[in-house]
């Protein structure tokens, strides 16, 4: 099975300009409103008879609920030549720390750290070469409190709004 870490986010914001953005651009593979989060860890193929020591690892990791700001539009690799469109998310201490321990945790598992640096974002779409997003209009910025995060699995052959199920619920301390 295919796992990740996620906050999610389902934001009205994104919802209107995925709305907005999907009639001016069709042939773009857009997100489902239900499929948006924020990634923390990426963890990829993992056994199903390890998923209780998985959970068991995040189980009691506890930290005070702390805003996320919606703030700009971005791509990788870049925007102008984008495969993936994203919402960024304003870094700050406690989603950096948050994202860390679950690395370290993680770590101990034998899960190495992940090369790339944290850059945290919301992907919103995903383009085929030479696809370009022509004339998005930018999205409402947005604040809202992440007082929780999910262990998903990623479904593969499935509709985009269930691709993503919800195996465990992790809440903050607060």
């Known amino acids: 099975m295919r796992l990740f870490l996620a906050i999610p986010?389902?934001?009205?914001?994104?919802?209107?300009?995925?709305?907005?953005?999907?009639?001016?651009?069709?042939?773009i593979r857009w997100e489902a409103p239900e499929a948006l989060h924020l990634t923390l860890r990426f963890i990829g193929a993992?056994?199903?008879?390890?998923?209780?020591?998985?959970?068991?690892?995040?189980?009691?990791?506890?930290?005070?609920?702390?805003?996320?700001?919606?703030?700009?539009?971005?791509?990788?690799?870049?925007l102008r030549r984008p495969r993936v469109l994203w919402a960024g998310i304003a870094p700050s201490p406690p989603l950096t720390a948050l994202a860390g321990e679950i690395s370290t945790r993680l770590a101990a598992l034998g899960l190495a750290p992940d090369p790339r640096p944290f850059t945290p974002h919301i992907s919103l779409a995903r383009l085929r070469p030479g696809q370009r997003p022509d004339q998005l209009t930018p999205f409402a910025p947005a604040t809202w409190t992440a007082s929780g995060f999910n262990l998903y699995e990623t479904v593969p052959n499935t509709p985009p709004a269930t691709r993503y199920q919800i195996r465990t619920r992790f809440a903050s301390a607060l």
């Open 46 to 78: 993992w056994p199903d008879a390890r998923v209780r020591e998985l959970e068991a690892a995040l189980a009691d990791l506890r930290w005070p609920p702390f805003p996320l700001q919606l703030t700009h539009l971005g791509g990788f690799p870049d």
């Open 9 to 27: 986010a389902n934001r009205e914001e994104l919802r209107t300009a995925l709305s907005t953005w999907k009639q001016a651009t069709p042939a």
